[in-house]
T-cell receptor
């Protein structure tokens, strides 16, 4: 099993550019989520999904969009990147959101 | 809003010492997770607790639901245990994280 796969691992964007961070899991987990990790702030929830077709906002959703068209995939879209979105992004999945989580390896994003 | 407080923020110990990291959490959190993040950045789930105690090798995690407190213990610590240990509370809408404990075990 590959677990949770995130791509790309590194990305540099210019302010105003758009991009999609990809997240895929092959464990048939219902729950998927996106987090950002910033120095001194810890990890914070951006968006989450409890199943295909269902998404909801977390603690820091502004500037990010998500969709969940399949159980396997949960992409995170930055529509117009800003320097404040420079961070490390992690995707995670869980069978039901209240059980153990599997994390992707992270995407280090720099917005200049 | 769910809250998770973790202590200490930094901990340096000698190889072989018994390590304790503490975590307090707010009402609304139904399960407590302990995670490990190595310098390479990857995050690994160590334990998920909703009651009692769990043990895996030299790692032990306990939770006191009444006091809303959890501890992670490492017995016979080793330099390879050096990492950031993160406590996270699981609620209806996902995880709320503590800020992590940066643990260094010196040989």
């Amino acid at each position: 099993n590959a677990g949770v796969t995130q791509t790309p691992k590194f990305q540099v964007l210019k302010t105003g550019q758009s991009m999609t961070l990809q997240c895929a899991q092959d464990m048939n987990h219902e729950y998927m989520s996106w987090y950002r990790q910033d120095p001194g702030m810890g990890l914070r929830l951006i968006h989450y999904s409890v199943g295909a077709g269902i998404t909801d906002q977390g603690e820091v959703p502004n500037g990010y969009n998500v969709s969940r068209s399949t159980t396997e995939d949960f992409p995170l879209r930055l529509l117009s990147a800003a320097p404040s979105q420079t961070s490390v992004y992690f995707c995670a999945s869980s069978p039901h959101g209240r059980y153990g989580y599997t994390f992707g390896s992270g995407t280090r994003l720099t917005v200049v | 809003k769910n809250e998770v407080e973790q202590s200490p923020q930094n901990l340096t110990a000698q190889e072989g010492e018994f390590i304790t990291i503490n975590c307090s959490y707010s009402v609304g959190i139904s399960a407590l997770h302990w995670l490990q993040q190595h310098p390479g950045g990857g995050i690994v789930s160590l334990f998920m607790l909703s009651s009692g105690k769990k043990k895996h090798g030299r790692l032990i995690a306990t939770i006191n639901i009444q006091e809303k407190h959890s501890s992670l213990h490492i017995t016979a610590s080793h330099p390879r245990d050096s990492a950031v240990y993160i406590c996270a509370g699981g609620g209806a809408d996902g995880l709320t994280f503590g800020k992590g404990t940066h643990l260094i075990i010196q040989p």
